[in-house]
């Protein structure tokens, strides 16, 4: 059972930079993909990241490409996601999750039906 914690989040102007982290516990992390998901209100939730457990690729949405970079330290068992140059439609709920990998399961799958965080807004405004 793994228990993950997200931080970070806040409001700011566009163009600013937000590091967002989530602590992962329960569990030893380099077992885990690590996924970074968001949701604004009245919209569904979107994929942002997701690292691989297996070959540490990682997945950046296009609609954050270029921006957000998503990293993870399996050593003090953190994930993070640096977001640069915010845009208004960046704010929501930012979350992480970490699944298992089996084998052909793809990274997104494995951290949806894994473990969830409670979430941290973030707002981007002027």
């Known amino acids: 059972q793994l228990h993950l914690v997200e931080s970070g989040g806040g409001l700011v102007q566009p163009g600013d930079s937000l590091r967002l982290s989530c602590v992962v516990s329960?569990?030893?992390?380099?077992?885990?993909?690590i996924g970074w998901f968001r949701q604004a209100p009245g919209k569904e939730r979107e994929e942002v990241s997701c690292i691989s457990s297996i070959d540490g690729s990682i997945d950046v949405a296009d609609s954050v490409k270029g921006r957000f970079t998503s990293s993870r330290d399996n050593a003090k068992s953190m994930g993070y996601l640096q977001m640069n140059n915010l845009k208004p439609e960046d704010s929501g709920v930012y979350y992480c999750?970490?699944?298992?990998?089996?084998?052909?399961?793809?990274?997104?799958?494995?951290?949806?039906?894994?473990?969830w965080g409670q979430g941290t807004q973030v707002a981007v405004s002027s």
């Open positions: 329960g569990s030893m992390m380099n077992f885990y993909a």
């Open positions: 999750a970490a699944g298992l990998m089996g084998e052909g399961v793809p990274c997104y799958r494995a951290v949806t039906h894994g473990y």
